[in-house]
């Protein structure tokens, strides 16, 4: 309708963005945060499967993180990425910059945020604040943008997998690679900028992800999803914290 009626031209906002020079970034204070997905083939098949990922970047070591699903990032499962990322991390940033996804942002005002409920109480549990770029404003956070399409290039592109176990494992060592070669921005290795970062970012403790809490009895056990687990007998009738992830149970 546009292009028929010659009116693109017309409506075309005659506005043009200012660049300004960004100011050094500061260690372990901020970290890029962005999705994507593509359709991956089958190993030795012509069937192809969908992969969800989360790109997490340290702005100033260029260090990164990826956690892989097949299914849609839900608020729960964003956090859990998070949560994988600050386990590989060790450490977790003073601020997290997003876009206006709706498992962050419900709603932006005059640069007022109104944060996902859930999201939001997760944020304040771990000690980070949120951030947002403008709506449709892909460039206010372009370092992640790269890593997005860096991941999608260099790593999904041209392999095939047996599955999301299978594409995990490769993951992993990719990423080992991708954070240990010379970055084209910094000409420096992220892994070595990384471990100077990491010096300025808060520690993280497994436990602060665990959210369900049982109470140890006199006998040194807990109860989860009918079964016993036998723990210290220094616990005894003390509150722990548990967390099952990859089918293993962690107490703390």
């Given at each position: 309708?546009?292009?028929?009626?010659?009116?693109?031209?017309?409506?075309?906002?005659?506005?043009?963005?200012?660049?300004?020079?960004?100011?050094?970034?500061?260690?372990?204070?901020?970290?890029?945060?962005?999705?994507?997905?593509?359709?991956?083939?089958y190993?030795?098949?012509?069937?192809?499967?969908k992969?969800?990922?989360?790109?997490?970047?340290?702005?100033?070591?260029?260090?990164?993180?990826?956690?892989?699903?097949?299914?849609?990032?839900?608020?729960?499962?964003?956090?859990?990425a998070h949560?994988?990322?600050?386990?590989?991390?060790g450490?977790?940033?003073?601020?997290?910059?997003?876009?206006?996804?709706?498992?962050?942002?419900?709603?932006e005002?005059?640069?007022?945020?109104?944060?996902?409920?859930?999201?939001?109480?997760?944020?304040?549990?771990?000690?980070?604040?949120?951030?947002?770029?403008?709506?449709?404003?892909?460039?206010?956070?372009?370092?992640?943008?790269?890593?997005?399409?860096?991941?999608?290039?260099?790593?999904?592109?041209?392999?095939?997998?047996?599955?999301?176990?299978?594409?995990?494992?490769?993951?992993?060592?990719?990423?080992?690679?991708?954070?240990?070669?010379?970055?084209?921005?910094?000409?420096?290795?992220?892994?070595?900028q990384?471990?100077?970062?990491?010096?300025?970012?808060?520690?993280?403790?497994?436990?602060?992800?665990?959210?369900?809490?049982?109470?140890?009895?006199?006998?040194?056990?807990?109860?989860?999803?009918?079964?016993?687990?036998?723990?210290?007998?220094?616990?005894?009738?003390?509150?722990?914290?548990?967390?099952?992830?990859?089918?293993?149970?962690?107490?703390?």
């Amino acid at each position: 309708y546009m292009q028929k009626r010659d009116l693109r031209r017309i409506h075309t906002d005659p506005r043009k963005r200012h660049y300004e020079p960004v100011v050094d970034y500061i260690p372990g204070n901020l970290i890029q945060v962005d999705l994507g997905e593509l359709n991956v083939p089958y190993d030795n098949s012509q069937k192809t499967f969908k992969v969800y990922f989360v790109c997490f970047v340290l702005c100033w070591s260029r260090y990164m993180y990826v956690s892989f699903s097949t299914s849609h990032y839900n608020t729960d499962k964003f956090i859990d990425a998070h949560n994988e990322a600050f386990e590989h991390f060790g450490a977790i940033p003073s601020e997290i910059l997003y876009d206006q996804t709706k498992l962050v942002v419900i709603n932006e005002q005059y640069r007022e945020l109104t944060l996902n409920n859930a999201f939001g109480k997760y944020a304040l549990k771990m000690g980070f604040s949120v951030n947002a770029c403008e709506g449709y404003d892909p460039e206010s956070k372009g370092m992640v943008e790269k890593s997005v399409s860096y991941v999608k290039s260099s790593f999904l592109i041209g392999r095939e997998f047996k599955g999301i176990e299978d594409l995990q494992k490769q993951s992993k060592e990719w990423l080992q690679n991708a954070n240990n070669r010379i970055h084209g921005t910094t000409r420096l290795v992220p892994s070595e900028q990384f471990k100077i970062e990491k010096e300025s970012m808060s520690f993280y403790n497994g436990s602060m992800a665990a959210t369900e809490i049982r109470i140890a009895d006199k006998t040194s056990l807990i109860s989860y999803k009918g079964l016993k687990y036998s723990i210290p007998t220094i616990y005894q009738n003390q509150k722990v914290r548990i967390k099952e992830q990859d089918q293993v149970l962690h107490i703390y």
